[in-house]
């Protein structure tokens, strides 16, 4: 089991900026898919971005295409997510997630590492 602790939530104005952390333990970090997840109040959580162990394979969601970048540094066992010209509707409790298979990540099923999350508000 891998543990994961998230960081860098808050609240910023819209058109602001945010990187959010995941630090990762307990396991080969490296060997690892990653994945940000967001949830919003009564919505499900929804993947927003994943990234694959050695970074050359990238995933986002329609909605942050071009304003998010996940990014991983394997010598500090830590994903980021950098997130850009922030809107309202990004507002959520962020939570980052790993697993050995990217295909795992990117289906959002049967996923057993959380971290407890971090919330982010974007006001308008």
């Known amino acids: 089991q891998v543990q994961l602790v998230e960081s860098g939530g808050g609240l910023v104005q819209a058109g602001g900026s945010l990187r959010l952390s995941c630090a990762a333990s307990?396991?080969?970090?490296?060997?690892?898919?990653m994945g940000w997840f967001r949830q919003a109040p009564g919505k499900e959580r929804d993947i927003v971005a994943a990234i694959g162990w050695s970074g050359s394979a990238t995933y986002y969601v329609d909605s942050v295409k071009g304003r998010f970048t996940i990014s991983r540094d394997n010598a500090k066992n830590t994903v980021y997510l950098q997130m850009n010209s922030l809107k309202p509707e990004d507002t959520a409790v962020y939570y980052c997630?790993?697993?050995?298979?990217?295909?795992?990540?990117?289906?959002?099923?049967?996923?057993?590492?959380w971290g407890q999350g971090t919330q982010v508000t974007v006001s308008s």
């Open positions: 307990g396991r080969t970090f490296s060997a690892l898919a």
């Open positions: 997630a790993a697993d050995p298979s990217y295909q795992v990540i990117l289906a959002g099923r049967g996923l057993r590492s």
